[in-house]
């Protein structure tokens, strides 16, 4: 009985890969995507053309969309196409800001070159990431849900740690200076961030594009879709599910160490648990395994968290209800909703009702 | 010495408080194999609950048996309105389900009785209660209706028809559904009673940690440790985890007392306390994950 089971799920991944599109060709990079990315480049140069539209300021927020994206995509590497689930992603992004913000306080050449932080941050959280996927390799579902679920929690104390303090300044934090244009560039500094970020949010889009299609992507996925049948076929699930969580958390990082040079401060307590929830509810809500959702995810966390305060008048004065609506509610709401009406997320629940509008 | 067992006993005061609370998470577990997240804030909920009901003029008593069964109500409520449709769902779905609780939890009750902290009354008379310089009144109190709340629940669980089935349910759904037990409402019966005991937890812990929204996070995480120490499978382990880690958490702040002033080096105080509870819970996850007394989970393929 037991092995026959065994057999149908190898049987039914097999069959899986089979019908899929072959993979070179149909895994190419889409035209639009092309697109997008030339219309991201451009967008600051349109100040000269529409300058109501085009602020400094909506840059700045485009920027923390982007990093937000980042972060999201470090998650959805691991939850959704590793099948391991993290609710505590913003420990990572944690170690990868204070990474950056550590070196840019502390060595005095640093902030000429804090493009160095970058790869700095990736490999200490790659380290990190590394050494906890080590423990929860022995851990599925809930069990794993239930670890990282407790290191968000615990994450603003360890940044509070009196030995720590001399580097992370403690309750403080640390204060830092934004990155400015080089070379004399002719920009201002949110509109270089803004081309610092994208630069190197397309990068790690393509780099992780290329894992995904390749063999080490089937891999990955075979051991979410059916762990015990990817090991039969030979795949090593052990090292393939630790690289995962260190690029995963690498990826976070990375936009967490982007996330200290755009707003220039790191402090304990804005690494809490609400900031794994709002990873979370990025993945939910872009898609749980999509690329592009990763975007849509990022763009949604940062509008609810810009808006939070809007929204919350709107629900007082407008509806007149006695509540005050925070980001927290919404995001727990949407959480419930998406759940049952979009499981796919909005990616995903768009790609399906073109599918069924085409027929 | 004296101090050290002070420590000791007010370890477990809080551990009665992580013992409730763990139980609330095992019924929940044994029954459906869900880890609820959401149970913290749940207990919270409760609290504010009889909050509310203290601020209208009841007693704390009544008010406190008004909360718990409010609770048991929301409690089943939940499991009926929003668990039951996910009941085939991918793990993730229900962990985000949980998370997404949580979070409305929380917001519901920051933005109806607002963030501020309250003060929140304890029942017992201050100066009958208490054994003199070992422990105060409200912790002794707090450790005496603990008692109680699992006796009650041992005597239920043990003697009764539906306590036997609703052990039934969670151990074997197919046979006690053939056996004719209504399993789903067995299911629902487990969260209203795991949602009731968090109200226990909540309405005595209060008292200590003061009221407010978060006030449940460094509780349920402790809580997750002592199920896990004790064994999440197994209700007797977990609330006997629940008070070792109770006295655990107060042992480690002691030594690490006692050892920055003898040696003047600080290594772990107070601020570390959710670290030590997630050290814990990593440490048993991987090296025992069954736990001191759980049942060993042996997986058919």
């Known amino acids: 009985m037991a092995t026959t089971e065994t057999a149908a799920a190898a049987d039914a991944v097999a069959r899986q890969a089979a019908t899929a599109e072959p993979p070179a060709r149909a895994a190419a990079v889409k035209p639009w995507v092309w697109a997008v990315v030339a219309v991201a480049f451009v967008l600051p140069l349109l100040k000269f053309v529409i300058p109501g539209v085009i602020s400094d300021y909506r840059l700045f927020v485009i920027s923390t969309m982007m990093i ?86 615990a994450v603003p104390q360890l940044l509070k740690y009196k030995w720590l303090e001399g580097l992370t300044g403690g309750v403080q934090g640390v204060v830092l200076l934004k990155p400015s244009p080089p070379f004399g560039l002719p920009l201002s500094e949110d509109q270089w961030l803004y081309y610092y970020i994208l630069v190197i949010m397309v990068a790690l889009y393509f780099i992780a594009f290329n894992i995904l299609r390749g063999r080490n992507g089937r891999a990955m996925m075979a051991i979410r879709d059916h762990q015990m049948a990817a090991d039969t076929m030979g795949i090593d699930t052990a090292q393939y599910k630790t690289v995962t969580f260190g690029i995963s958390a690498a990826y976070t990082g990375i936009a967490g160490a982007l996330s200290a040079s755009a707003i220039a401060y790191v402090a304990p307590d804005s690494f809490g648990f609400f900031l794994s929830i709002s990873l979370l509810i990025g993945l939910v809500v872009g898609g749980v395994a999509s690329l592009a959702g990763s975007i849509i995810g990022g763009v949604f966390t940062v509008l609810v968290q810009n808006s939070a305060q809007a929204l919350s008048k709107f629900v007082k004065n407008d509806l007149g209800l006695p509540f005050d609506l925070s980001a927290y509610a919404v995001y727990g709401i949407l959480l419930l909703i998406l759940m049952y009406v979009m499981p796919l997320g909005i990616a995903g629940g768009i790609v399906m009702a073109w599918r069924r509008l085409r027929g | 010495m004296e ?24 019924m929940i577990f044994v029954s459906t194999d869900h880890i609820n997240f959401a149970q913290g804030e749940m207990a919270m909920f409760s609290t504010y609950i009889a909050w509310q009901l203290m601020q209208w003029g009841a007693g704390f008593w009544p008010a406190f048996f008004i909360a718990i069964a409010v609770s048991f109500v929301g409690g089943l409520t939940i ?14 779905s229900i962990v985000v389900v949980f998370i997404g609780l949580l979070a409305i939890c929380n917001s519901i009750a920051g933005s109806v009785w607002s963030y501020l902290i309250k003060e929140f009354p304890s029942p017992f008379p201050k100066d009958t209660f208490g054994l003199a310089g070992l422990i105060g009144p409200h912790q002794f109190g707090v450790v005496l209706v603990t008692i109680v709340v699992l006796s009650l629940l041992f005597v239920f669980f043990r003697f009764t028809p539906l306590g036997l089935a609703m052990r039934a349910a ?3 759904p197919v046979s006690a559904r053939l056996a004719g037990v209504r399993v789903d409402w067995m299911l629902a019966l487990g969260w209203g009673l795991a949602a009731a005991v968090g109200a226990v937890a909540g309405t005595m812990v209060a008292h200590i940690v003061y009221l407010d929204p978060n006030m449940m996070g460094g509780i349920l995480l402790y809580a997750f440790a002592g199920a896990l120490l004790g064994g999440i499978s197994n209700p007797g382990g977990a609330v006997l985890g629940g008070f070792m880690v109770g006295v655990l958490e107060n042992l480690v702040a002691f030594i690490g007392n006692a050892i920055e002033k003898s040696f003047g080096v600080y290594i772990i105080g107070n601020g570390e306390k959710l670290t030590v509870a997630l050290i814990i819970v990593i440490t048993v996850l991987t090296v025992k994950p069954s736990g001191l007394f759980g049942r060993v989970v042996v997986k058919r393929v």
């Open chain 2, 170 to 172: 969670a151990q074997n």
């Open chain 1, 68 to 153: 937000a994206a980042i972060a999201v995509l470090g998650l959805n590497l691991l939850t959704g196409f590793n099948g391991q689930i993290s609710l505590g992603h913003g420990a990572f992004y944690a170690v990868g800001a204070y990474t950056a913000a550590v070196m840019l306080d502390k060595i005095s050449w640093m902030p000429d070159y804090y493009f160095l932080t970058i790869p700095a941050a990736a490999v200490m959280c790659f380290v990190v990431g590394y050494l906890f996927g080590l423990p929860a390799l022995r851990l599925e579902g809930h069990y794993l849900a239930l670890a990282t679920f407790a290191l968000a929690l």
């Open chain 2, 3 to 26: 101090q050290l067992m002070q420590q000791v006993v007010s370890g477990l005061a809080n551990g009665a408080i992580y013992a409730c609370v763990a139980l609330a998470l095992v």
């Open chain 2, 79 to 92: 499991e009926r309105v929003i668990l039951r449709p996910l009941h085939t769902a991918p793990v993730l």
